[in-house]
């Protein structure tokens, strides 16, 4: 049978001590099945609770004092001092527990010094229990006992032994002197008598924490099923399980305090038993309050979508790029790069930075609010689901106390009885797209874990101040299929969790269902391929010279100092014995080495190809064999990017000239350099402003005298530059044809001092430098220097660079051009492969965010081209860094294949980087590949409709002319059969209808295209004819053609008797036919009180029967208020006209429809409904006749309407709905004679959009 012990307090002690004196008893008990041992509050180290104690200090000893009419507290002490028992719980010999001075209390003299130190108003001075020399002897053989001075629990099954912790709000931790004065020091982390610090150690496999105070540990009723749950299973699901110490968790542990003994009350007769027990005055009971319940859902949409702040990883060193970029842009106004810029991002597991945008009060009162958190996921690779949790539970806590900041809850009490904030949460999935040992279950597992987790921890640590906690959290996926299965693992997970958050304080619920709504930009998954915008990493690092900090710094000299040419500077710039290769792409890791077989070997190589102007492909690929791992030239061959992560010496290697086949790698995979540094500009400042400086072929006059050399002795200075000078002022055109301000230095009267004045006269955002350059060239003053080459014998060097105050975002350094004499090159024999990584080193590790600096000589018309197509993708075209450089790569390289231009110009920086975000038109690997399905075309023209909206408030730069040559490229990537497809029609007309007024007659074609097509009536959706009929209808009210509108309407009406199961019934009278049908009659009379305004013929009985039809139809679709199906879009059209026509004030219903409306926003994310409240105020003013008679109603709607649009994701079409509506209320209002009420709604329509037709 087995046996097991619960051993509270000192009963543990004892245990111990047992297993000590007697191993092979305590082997037979851990030997037997089911065996278990579980201490509840053992001072596994001793307590401090004693100390206090023999100091006259506990109040447990003082309440007896009080009670003893015999014995004063003198006496108490004394008896105490006498007890072996007692004096074995003093902290064990050498144990400091929260911070003590004293080594060791088993010391008669250790009493004797501290009577003299301790100060008793109410009892007396130099009350202490000094215990003889015989009593610590005694004492202390249980400390010297093996497994005690360990201290461990013997044996080798730790899964047997189970610790269970306390709760109190103080416990003794140690004694402090203050002016002669020892006091005590308490710690939040114990039971009240012991510390968790004493509770742990080795041998002890789980630790379990129980909220009740250490007498009460084993005298708690709703905790005994627990008990009985560790001893016969060894786990249990009804307590938090873990250290809950901030030390196990990896945090700084809480502040102690220092206290000192106060007076002493006579206590009851219950009171003095149980404080003798280390128990709380009064029986704990069961807790009536039924837990929250953190609600969990699923959702397949953009993420831009949010209602709630969204959550996101960045691992170290990575850029800000995929959908932490979008965020960026989108939702939380570049706040993200700010911090990355002022270097606050996190990075390493456990840190976290919180960004929220104020609410407006549209918002508040929605219960939706934008923000971002961003959590760090550590070094790239080496994510586990634990450390997801962690990660997750760091930033959830942030976002609980940023929030608790903002609603003014620092420093403030507040009562128990105060209901808690709470809030909401979105996330992404973390760590399944960027690593391979986390799938969905895990992603959503850690996730979910990492919520409760950090619910509890804010809970324990919120004690009577203002609490708040996560009831809401929702996962956000892209992609249906990932959404899909996430949706499935998600209650799984519930069903794990449920149990375990339940003890946490929480309840977990799951929504069954995936939420997934029309036009939330979710995607079906058509290829296998990694994350949009990934780039998988390539470190490639000497394997001999590890990149710590140190490290580092000895290696790399600070920008701009001397450099003395040593042995043992050359030794290390020269090509590395041994690489390391580290390859991490989204589902997979790997490390291989490469070592030279022949030492110089690739060094020689290296030099022989940088220093040919010509494209040796024999020679390219031998260094591909010679540089990459076995293991790695495969899929060298098959990435189509990379980002490459190298150092200070393998950045030296021109990775750009590698040839695995035909081509050379760098024309099929796109690369760009990334370079691991030790050093970063904390504070980076940058402009916006489009202002660049451009530097060409400037005065190389005074250099050789200057920098003397044998081999110079005629003193002749480097040769001008006309390449230099030709590509400067061609990327200057481009610059100033893009908008750009460029201040130019260009030519050979451009002296230095000239150049480097205009270097500080303005913040510039790129920098274009064309030139010669040097490597560690020493000077007549026998002191080295590296950089551009200007008159006067002076440099232009990354110190003067790194002396600007705003650091450019964008540097192009070409110092590698080929001067020529009498026609012939002139060879100067720089090293230029050094000089490129030298100065790209420097310029990134000043904040420069993206570098194209060439690495060795370049053919002048090849390098021009490259300078010309690279600027042109990455300001013209809106190109992302990395595509950019691939597109000028692989243009310059079908160019110019004999020479090895394309191949010289390395690329640093972030590959997702863009120079103008709201010009941006990201391109994806397979661009320009030809469909292999219809399937893919049209999901491409749904990206071109996503990219058509942009977040309330802001503006597209896409005109009509560019969105057409955008649907033309993607049709000419498919068989010409694909654009006459009805699903494909139905596409194209989707995205023209969303661009707005100017594209509905296109919109109308294609939809009517897609109806015609009967082949493809499986593929085109009822819905194709509901937006025919309404873009007729919008067309023919903007173009003043009532056929139109008319058709548009009977086109409606027509449907919904073709669909109805009874045509006699209710005609299939859903709330958006309704409302189509009823807006097409709306725009009849509108169309008739235009007429009546131009002095036309008026009917003024068709006018008024078209309102009274159109209202009639917007009643039908509005259902019952308060019951499902009702649909407040419906009712706030019709009290509008019922507000026009002057029928019995609605103003109350309105509010009603209002607010039905913002409630159902946060479900629906419906940009209508998020309107609405703003809409339903419009229908309250004009029933009032405030809109008429008080001039401030107008500016209220307006800020109305700015919060409701501040926060939601729109396109032209529903914002131009938005201002139209008020602007055909004016032209009806008109025609019914009230032409106050129509003047104020244009002036309304007027302050809304400025540029609207509101005449």
């Keep these: 049978l087995p046996v097991r012990i619960l051993a509270h307090s000192m009963g543990g002690l004892v245990t111990r001590a047992m297993a000590a004196a007697e191993p092979e008893l305590w082997g037979d008990f851990l030997a037997r099945d089911g065996s278990r041992f579980v201490m509840l509050g053992t001072p596994n180290r001793g307590s401090h609770l004693m100390v206090e104690m023999l100091l006259g200090k506990g109040d447990t000893l003082r309440k007896l004092a009080m009670l003893d009419a015999r014995h004063n507290l003198q006496a108490v002490l004394d008896l105490v001092a006498g007890f072996r028992g007692a004096l074995q719980l003093l902290p064990q010999p050498g144990f400091k527990d929260g911070g003590t001075h004293i080594e060791d209390y088993l010391q008669r003299k250790i009493w004797e010094d501290l009577r003299s130190q301790v100060f008793d108003f109410w009892f007396g001075n130099g009350k202490v229990g000094v215990p003889d020399d015989a009593a610590c002897t005694e004492a202390r053989r249980l400390w010297d006992l093996p497994d005690l001075r360990s201290p461990r629990v013997p044996g080798d099954q730790p899964e047997k032994v189970i610790y269970v912790c306390g709760k109190a709000d103080n416990t003794p931790c140690g004694i402090v002197v203050t002016g002669d004065r020892v006091k005590m020091r308490g710690t939040p982390e114990g039971d009240g008598s012991v510390s968790w610090a004493s509770g742990r150690i080795d041998g002890i496999d789980e630790a379990y924490l129980m909220d009740a105070a250490h007498g009460d540990l084993a005298d708690t009723e709703e905790h005994f099923e627990s008990l009985l749950e560790l001893l016969a299973d060894g ?44 128990a709380t005055t009064r029986r704990r009971t069961r807790r009536a309050p039924a837990p929250a319940v953190l609600k969990v859902s699923c959702t397949a949409m953009d993420l831009r979508h949010a209602a709630d702040p969204i959550l996101v990883g960045h691992y170290e060193n990575d850029p800000i790029s995929g959908a932490e970029a979008i965020i960026d842009r989108d939702v939380v106004c570049n706040e993200l790069t700010m911090r990355m810029h002022l270097g606050l991002y996190p990075g390493a597991v456990g840190t976290a930075t919180v960004v929220l945008i104020d609410q407006n009060e549209e918002e508040r009162q929605r219960g939706t609010q934008r923000g971002a958190l961003v959590t760090g996921l550590g070094e790239f690779g080496k994510l586990s689901a634990g450390s997801l949790t962690e990660a997750v539970r760091a930033a959830a806590l942030r976002f609980l106390l940023s929030k608790i900041e903002r609603e003014g809850g620092v420093c403030v009490e507040v009562d128990d009885g105060s209901a808690p904030l709470e809030l909401g949460l979105s996330t992404l999935l973390l760590g399944f797209n960027s690593t391979a040992n986390i799938g969905v279950g895990d992603s959503v597992h850690a996730i979910v874990r990492g919520v409760l987790e950090a619910n509890r921890q804010f809970a324990e640590g919120q004690r009577r101040r203002r609490r708040a906690r996560i009831v809401r959290l929702e996962i956000v996926e892209r992609s249906l299929d990932v959404a899909i299965t996430a949706a499935k693992e998600l209650r799984a997970v519930v069903a ?84 390391k290769y580290v390859f991490l792409s989204t589902r997979a890791r790997a490390e291989a080495e490469v070592v030279q077989s022949q030492p110089g070997l690739i060094e020689t190589l290296v030099r022989l190809s940088i220093h040919r102007q010509n494209y040796d492909r024999d020679l390219s690929r031998t260094l591909f064999q010679l540089m990459v791992p076995l293991d790695f030239k495969e899929t060298a061959r098959q990435t189509d990017a990379l980002a490459l992560l190298v150092d200070r010496r393998t950045a030296n290697l021109p990775w750009e000239l590698l040839c695995a086949d035909e081509e050379p790698l760098v024309i099929k995979t796109a690369m760009v350099r990334r370079l691991a540094s030790a050093r970063w500009r904390q504070r980076v400042r940058s402009t916006v402003d489009k202002v660049a400086f451009v530097v060409g072929n400037p005065s190389t006059e005074g250099f050789a005298k200057a920098f003397p050399s044998k081999a110079n002795k005629g003193e002749i200075d480097p040769p001008p530059l006309p390449g230099a000078e030709s590509e400067a002022y061609s990327v200057s055109r481009i610059l100033r044809a893009a908008g750009y301000e460029p201040v130019e230095s260009i030519g050979g009267d451009q002296r230095a001092v000239d150049i480097i004045n205009r270097l500080f006269q303005r913040p510039y955002r790129i920098l274009h430098i064309a030139a010669h350059g040097e490597f560690d060239l020493k000077g007549a003053d026998g002191r080295s220097r590296t950089g551009v080459l200007l008159s006067d014998g002076l440099l232009l060097t990354a110190a003067e660079v790194g002396q600007m105050e705003v650091v450019p975002d964008l540097v192009f ?172 029609h139905y596409a194209i007309g989707r995205a023209y209808a969303d661009f707005g007024g100017a594209g509905f007659e296109r919109a109308c074609e294609h939809y009517l295209k897609a109806i015609e097509r009967e082949e493809d009536a499986a593929v085109v959706p009822v819905k194709a004819i509901e937006q025919l009929a309404n873009m007729e209808a919008r067309a023919g009210s903007d173009a003043g053609d009532l056929a139109a509108i008319e058709r548009g309407g009977r086109r409606m009406r027509r449907l919904m008797l073709t669909v109805a199961a009874e045509p006699k019934g209710r005609r299939a009278a859903t709330a958006e036919r309704c409302a189509l049908i009823g807006s097409s009659y709306k725009r009849i009379a509108a169309n008739m009180a235009q007429k009546k305004a131009a002095g036309e013929v008026f009917d003024d009985t068709a006018f008024r029967t078209a309102l009274d039809n159109a209202r009639d139809w917007y009643q039908k679709g509005e ?81 109305s309407y700015r919060q409701a649009r501040s926060s939601v994701i729109e396109h032209a079409r529903s914002w131009d709905s938005v201002v139209k509506q008020i602007v055909t209320l004016a032209t009806l209002a008109e025609a019914l004679d009230r032409k106050v009420l129509a003047e104020c709604l244009r002036r309304l329509a007027s302050r809304l959009q400025p540029d609207s037709a509101c005449q």
């Design 1119 to 1199: 259902g019952q208020a308060g019951k499902p199906g009702f649909s407040p879009y419906c009712a706030l059209n019709r009290l509008m006209l019922d507000s026009l026509l002057g029928r019995e004030d609605a103003s109350g219903f309105a509010r009603k429809a209002g607010e039905a409306a913002r409630a159902k926003f946060r479900e629906s994310r419906d940009y209508f409904d998020a309107m609405m409240p703003a809409d339903a105020r419009v229908a309250e003013a004009i029933f009032a006749g405030t809109l008429e008679n008080d001039a401030q109603t107008i500016d209220t709607l307006v800020g």
């Design 235 to 278: 786990t249990t699901t009804r307590l938090p399980r873990g250290w809950p110490s901030a030390a196990a968790r990896g945090e700084m542990a809480p502040s102690t305090i220092v206290y000192d003994a106060g007076p002493a009350a006579v206590p009851t007769d219950e009171e003095a038993a149980r404080s003798l027990l280390g």
């Design 813 to 984: 350094l070409n110092c590698c051009h080929l001067g020529t004499i009498e026609g012939k090159p002139v060879v100067r024999g720089v090293e230029y492969n050094k000089l490129a990584s030298s100065l790209a080193r420097e310029l990134i590790e000043m904040g420069v965010r993206a570098i194209v600096v060439a690495g060795w000589a370049v053919d002048d018309r090849a390098g021009q081209l490259f300078a010309e197509v690279f600027y042109r993708g990455l300001i013209d075209e809106g190109r992302p860094f990395g595509d950019a450089v691939h597109r000028a790569r692989r243009e310059t390289y079908d160019a110019y294949k004999t020479t090895n231009t394309w191949g010289a110009f390395q690329a640093y920086g972030d590959p997702g980087f863009l120079i103008d975000p709201a010009r941006s038109r990201s391109r994806g690997r397979w661009e320009g590949d030809k469909f292999a399905a219809p399937e893919e075309l049209v999901d491409q023209i749904e990206q071109v409709r996503e990219r058509l909206k942009h977040p309330g408030g802001g503006s597209t730069a896409t005109t009509l002319r560019t969105l057409e040559r955008e649907i033309d490229a993607l049709l000419a990537r498919g068989p010409k059969s694909w654009a006459e497809r009805g699903d494909v």
């Design 496 to 579: 794990r969790l449920d149990a375990d958050a339940s003890q946490l304080g929480m309840r977990v619920k799951a929504e069954t269902e995936l939420r997934h709504k029309e036009g939330e930009g979710a995607r079906p998954r058509l290829e296998v391929l990694a994350q949009a915008g990934y780039w998988p990493q390539l470190i490639v690092t000497d394997a001999n010279s590890p990149l710590d900090g140190e490290e580092q710094d000895a290696l790399v000299a600070e920008p701009g100092s001397e450099r003395r040419e040593t042995g043992e500077t050359s030794r290390r710039a020269s090509a590395p014995d041994k690489l």
